[in-house]
């Protein structure tokens, strides 16, 4: 069994957390913010780089690195792995679609049916843009399970589990409904004044790619979420 590890908080940035490490993975808390890895022709810090970094203990010259298992959108704050071996991203990537990986995201409006699963192809355009398709030679099937958990008249709490892994789906799949993640501009409302995008990857389970034992690491909502979901008349003139 891998030995788990302390990490060692001198080579983290302020708002990154490491949930756990061993000789084999590593899971950390993504703040809303941070890239996961650069984008083509980007300059800016990445969860990637910082954690490559760490790895090394700030030794640019040492040969480890940490492998991406998978990624969140840049605004998107929660749960993400990272392998620290290449076998062990291959078995992680091998068994994904056996990991159960649980978001909350807070919508404009309320969904209806309170629960439920959304289903659609997804295909992207040439401005890099998602979107559905009845076409399935154009996109790939994606399912999205949604339950309502609460609503203050404005905005509505959703629980979601990704049923399938698909680039924006969980974005694409609200708008779908009718009710856009707060703070999506490119999904949503291009004038939405919130800053963040109200997503969080709240939970993941998967099977350790070592010795296969199960893991569950789940995360709080953050606080700016959190606000959002108090009663529209607390909210103003905040």
């Given at each position: 069994?891998?030995?788990?590890?302390?990490?060692?908080?001198?080579?983290?940035?302020?708002?990154?957390?490491?949930?756990?490490?061993?000789?084999?993975?590593?899971?950390?808390?993504?703040?809303?913010?941070?890239?996961?890895?650069?984008?083509?022709?980007?300059?800016?810090?990445?969860?990637?780089?910082?954690?490559?970094?760490?790895?090394r203990?700030?030794?640019?010259?040492?040969?480890?690195?940490?492998?991406?298992v998978?990624?969140?959108?840049?605004?998107?704050?929660?749960?993400?792995?990272?392998?620290?071996?290449?076998?062990?991203?291959?078995?992680?990537?091998?068994?994904?679609?056996?990991t159960?990986?649980?978001?909350?995201?807070?919508?404009?409006?309320r969904?209806?049916?309170?629960?439920?699963?959304?289903?659609?192809?997804?295909?992207?355009?040439?401005?890099?843009?998602?979107?559905?398709?009845?076409?399935?030679?154009?996109?790939?099937?994606?399912?999205?399970?949604?339950?309502?958990?609460?609503?203050?008249?404005?905005?509505?709490?959703?629980?979601?589990?990704?049923?399938?892994?698909?680039?924006?789906?969980?974005?694409?799949?609200?708008?779908?409904k009718?009710?856009?993640?707060?703070?999506?501009?490119?999904?949503?409302?291009?004038?939405?004044?919130?800053?963040?995008?109200?997503?969080?990857?709240?939970?993941?389970?998967?099977?350790?790619?070592?010795?296969?034992?199960?893991?569950?690491?789940?995360?709080?909502?953050?606080?700016?979420?959190?606000?959002?979901m108090?009663?529209?008349?607390?909210?103003?003139?905040?």
């Open positions: 069994m891998p030995s788990k590890k302390k990490p060692c908080r001198k080579h983290l940035p302020r708002g990154l957390d490491i949930l756990y490490e061993d000789e084999a993975i590593l899971v950390v808390r993504k703040p809303a913010g941070l890239l996961t890895m650069a984008a083509q022709g980007s300059r800016d810090k990445t969860l990637y780089a910082v954690l490559t970094d760490y790895v203990k700030g030794n640019p010259k040492s040969p480890r690195r940490v492998y991406i998978h990624r969140l959108d840049q605004w998107t704050s929660g749960v993400l792995i990272f392998a620290k071996t290449e076998d062990a991203k291959l078995t992680l990537q091998g068994n994904w679609e056996q159960e990986k649980k978001y909350m995201a807070v919508v404009w409006g969904p209806t049916p309170d629960a439920g699963t959304i289903s659609s192809y997804l295909a992207e355009n040439k401005a890099f843009k998602v979107y559905s398709t009845n076409d399935s030679s154009k996109g790939k099937l994606s399912h999205t399970a949604y339950r309502v958990v609460r609503d203050n008249g404005q905005f509505s709490l959703v629980e979601i589990t990704l049923l399938t892994g698909r680039k924006n789906q969980i974005r694409v799949h609200l708008a779908d009718g009710c856009p993640i707060v703070g999506d501009r490119k999904y949503g409302m291009s004038k939405d004044a919130h800053r963040r995008l109200a997503l969080h990857a709240r939970s993941i389970s998967f099977k350790h790619p070592v010795d296969g034992r199960p893991m569950s690491f789940e995360t709080p909502m953050p606080d700016e979420l959190q606000r959002l108090k009663k529209p008349r607390e909210t103003e003139g905040e």
